[in-house]
């Protein structure tokens, strides 16, 4: 199989100088060349470590007779933005990170590569950019951070800042969880999008089984760092087996299945619709939503569950979880292994490999003083959380194109309600009327305007978070948005809600006292109510005609760089929110 590097070499004389003068050894330019991209950098703790694995992945590469190269293209932290217009700047991060891993692998052509990332953006990034490069690939996720004392999770911090700002705990408590919430490097401890991304790296076939979200520092999460940089060299040399020859429609049914199973991430919705188009092919949040019904819900996990995420592992991770769900998965899908999906399952319980994870199980259970089992992690296919997946798609007049909701982590009493519509224009706005108690029970609040168009599609953490850390709000409100969640999201909240509002969306056409109807089991979401006065179908889309023809656009926030760009292009929520150059 003739190598692509080789080729370059022929028509570009510097390039062996240039190399050279690198650090490349004159023999290493005839060995299969490996690009090496990570997401590296002083950025957060999921990144900050992953140097260390790119030096296990370049031994591993030179082990099988090839050269790694090491290119970087760091991710930025939702955490550490959140609250300022600073994470405006988050999704089209995503973008941002394809387009130079793009830039990368096609300036100077490689002959397979490895992918290195740990979080929200990074991951999803790296799965674009590989589709986009499409040379024989294997991912590297970058594992989760170990819980701190008390199995602190980070998620738990937005509780705790919220009874703060209401006087329920004082600074000393604040300070005490803000110092260890993260005790190591890697994603933060709960299925979030960061551990969520890892897991579909894997479950789409595309990482090594068995790899997804380990503890960042396990020893066995180097051993899978030099593995997978061996199998890139050996990919290299096999025909088929670049990434758009092993991801079919198949694998990311597959992966969907595995995020109904692990409650995943709302943002996955944005992040798999993506990933497949550059793979050529469409997923929606339709597709999800198929999917999600009726699946079986098995990690207990969370922020939905009881357990930090560092478990995921000891309880046989990603392997673990298919093997619950296996009946209703394609088993003869490719992988990266050069296997099918079922013959990777079948040798992972011949080669010992859950008896590693229980031994790491024991290992937690005397460092916390518990006695956790693998069960209590992932339950039995019969002894579901839940059986309806953990997402659901809500439609109707006011978001024709779709909504999101995490049922799982959402109070039962909101799964049927009519509330009466709160509109703001802004998360800031809505957070201090959350903290002044201006929301009262029976409101639904909206917090418009924060779409992929208008704002880069910010998360609303922070108000999420102060309703669903208050006891009678978070069971008798609900909050809508064109915006986004984090991953550590919970209580009764609706996002992605298409089309956004900067595009004339029916969102941006509420009034105040409008009723909204929620019905989570019947897939609902309407206006049913004209300042709160019940109304028929054909009434309300009367009054919504009206108000359309008095809404006026608003002008770009951004008038240039990348949110400029992204406010032109970026598709719609439902479909990814990617740049749309069709448009």
């Known amino acids: 199989m003739a190598l692509i590097s080789q080729e370059m070499r022929k028509l570009a004389p510097e390039l062996d100088p240039l190399r050279i003068g690198t650090g490349w050894k004159p023999e290493d330019l005839e060995k299969v060349q490996v690009l090496i991209e990570s997401t590296f950098g002083d950025s957060h703790p999921g990144s900050g470590h992953l140097d260390v694995l790119v030096e296990e ?148 076939g595309l990482a090594l089984p068995g790899s997804a979200l380990m503890p960042a520092t396990s020893p066995d999460l180097l051993a899978f760092a030099y593995q997978a940089g061996e199998q890139a060299v050996r990919l290299a040399t096999i025909p088929n087996m670049r990434p758009c020859d092993i991801v079919t429609e198949k694998s990311f049914e597959n992966a969907i299945l595995v995020h109904a199973a692990i409650s995943g991430s709302t943002n996955c919705l944005l992040h798999i619709p993506a990933i497949a188009h550059e793979f050529g092919i469409e997923i929606t949040g339709d597709t999800f939503d198929r999917l999600h019904r009726g699946a079986r819900y098995l990690l207990d996990v969370r922020p939905a569950g009881r357990w930090p995420a ?92 779709g909504a999101v909701i995490k049922h799982t982590a959402c109070p039962k009493e909101m799964f049927k309600a009519v509330l009466r519509a709160r509109p703001f224009d802004s998360e800031e706005e809505c957070l201090e009327a959350v903290l002044k108690h201006q929301v009262q029970k029976g409101d639904a609040v909206f917090i418009r305007y924060e779409g992929p168009k208008a704002t880069g599609m910010p998360e609303m953490f922070y108000t999420s978070e102060a309703i669903s850390s208050d006891k009678e709000l978070g069971r008798s409100i609900a909050l809508i948005t064109d915006g986004r969640f984090s991953g550590a999201s919970t209580g009764p909240v609706i996002g992605h809600c298409s089309p956004e509002a900067v595009d004339g969306g029916p969102i941006a056409l509420v009034e105040e006292g409008d009723l909204i109807e929620i019905d989570v089991i019947e897939r609902k979401l309407n206006i049913v109510g004209i300042a709160g006065v019940e109304k028929t179908p054909e009434e309300v889309a009367e009054v919504l005609e009206e108000r359309r023809k008095n809404w006026q656009p608003r002008p770009l926030k951004y008038k240039k760089g990348v949110l400029r760009l992204f406010s032109e292009l970026a598709a719609s929520p439902m479909k990814g929110a990617y740049l749309d150059y069709d448009k």
Not at 133 to 162: D, F, R, W
Not at 343 to 358: A, H, I, M, T, V
Not at 359 to 379: A, C, G, M, P
């Open 310 to 401: 560092e478990v995921f592992y000891y309880a046989g991770g990603v392997p673990a979880i298919m093997e619950e769900i296996r009946d209703h998965l394609h088993l003869d899908v490719m992988t990266v292994t050069g296997k099918t999906l079922g013959e990777n399952l079948k040798e992972l319980k011949e080669n010992g490999f859950y008896d590693r994870c229980q031994k790491w199980l024991q290992d937690f259970n005397s460092r916390y003083h518990v006695n956790v089992t693998k069960e209590d992690i992932i339950r039995p296919y019969d002894k579901a959380i839940g059986v309806d997946g953990s997402i659901a798609i809500l439609k109707g007049n006011l978001a024709p194109e």
């Open 57 to 204: 992945v370049r031994k591993g590469v030179a082990a099988a007779g090839g050269h790694g190269a090491r290119y970087y293209a760091t991710d930025i932290c939702d955490g550490e933005s959140q609250g300022t217009d600073g994470i405006n700047y988050s999704l089209a991060s995503r973008e941002m990170i394809a387009n130079m891993i793009e830039i990368h692998a096609n300036a100077t052509p490689f002959d397979a590569g490895v992918y290195l990332a740990s979080c929200d953006k990074g991951m999803p990034a790296n799965l674009m950019g590989l589709a986009r490069v499409n040379i024989p690939s294997v991912v590297v996720p970058g594992g989760t951070m170990n819980a701190g004392p008390e199995m602190l999770t980070l998620e738990q911090l937005g509780k705790y800042s919220a009874q703060y700002e209401r006087g329920e705990i004082d600074k000393e408590k604040l300070d005490w969880a803000k110092c260890n919430a993260c005790p190591s490097c890697g994603a933060c401890s709960f299925i979030g999008t960061a551990s969520t991304m890892q897991i579909m790296a894997e479950a789409l």
